[in-house]
T-cell receptor
Framework: DAGVIQSPRHEVTEMGQEVTLRCKPISGHDYLFWYRQTMMRGLELLIYFNNNVPIDDSGMPEDRFSAKMPNASFSTLKIQPSEPRDSAVYFC???????????FGSGTRLTVV | DQQVKQNSPSLSVQEGRISILNCDYTNSMFDYFLWYKKYPAEGPTFLISISSIKDKNEDGRFTVFLNKSAKHLSLHIVPSQPGDSAVYFCAASPRGANSGYALNFGKGTSLLVTP
């Protein structure tokens, strides 16, 4: 298995633009997580899904952020409109259990200028 | 409000010596704890875990100690090697590995092991 695949690896965008981050989880994993890493807050949970259903989105910063999982092999995290404070590394992870066995992707480094 | 706290952003240790990374937590419901290791430009990878029924778990050079009364855990690396240089994240969850809750992570501690 190729592991958790995230795209793009790097994204530079202008403030106000829409940004879409993509994630392909490991086949067979039924949990998918979106985390954001910043110096100030470390690894911060944004949202997670179980069997494609959002379970907890309380970490999503505000309405500008949305996430979808239309099927078991694909998820997106969208920011519209983007702001400079959204600059961070966004990680997707998948697992068979809610708190164990996470496989993280390599992350998307987002820079909003 | 950070429920998992790693108060040392960085640590430098000489090769061959012991590295001790510390982690505190505030949520008394947490009973399952993990350490993840992260190299630059890569995602975090699982290192070692401990459940609250134990106070120590060892895996080769890595040992995690849990002090439930103090809500404190630590990761010991002995002996430290240059390849251990990475960011280490402490994580916690209530009610075990498949509780339905996602992991809470700390801010991370950057470990540098010098030759």
């Amino acid at each position: 298995d190729a592991g958790v695949i995230q795209s793009p690896r790097h994204e530079v965008t202008e403030m106000g633009q829409e940004v879409t981050l993509r994630c392909k989880p490991i086949s067979g994993h039924d949990y998918l997580f979106w985390y954001r890493q910043t110096m100030m807050r470390g690894l911060e949970l944004l949202i997670y899904f179980n069997n494609n259903v959002p379970i907890d989105d309380s970490g999503m910063p505000e309405d500008r952020f949305s996430a979808k999982m239309p099927n078991a092999s694909f998820s997106t995290l969208k920011i519209q409109p983007s702001e400079p404070r959204d600059s961070a590394v966004y990680f997707c992870a998948s697992s068979l259990q809610s708190s164990y066995g996470y496989t993280f992707g390599s992350g998307t480094r987002l820079t909003v200028v | 409000d950070q429920q998992v706290k790693q108060n040392s952003p960085s640590l430098s240790v000489q090769e061959g010596r012991i590295s001790i990374l510390n982690c505190d937590y505030t949520n008394s419901m947490f009973d399952y704890f993990l350490w993840y290791k992260k190299y630059p430009a890569e995602g975090p990878t699982f290192l070692i875990s401990i459940s609250s029924i134990k106070d120590k778990n060892e895996d080769g050079r890595f040992t995690v100690f849990l002090n439930k009364s103090a809500k404190h855990l630590s990761l010991h690396i002995v002996p430290s090697q240059p390849g251990d240089s990475a960011v280490y994240f402490c994580a916690a969850s209530p009610r075990g590995a498949n509780s339905g809750y996602a992991l809470n992570f700390g801010k991370g501690t950057s470990l540098l092991v010098t030759p």
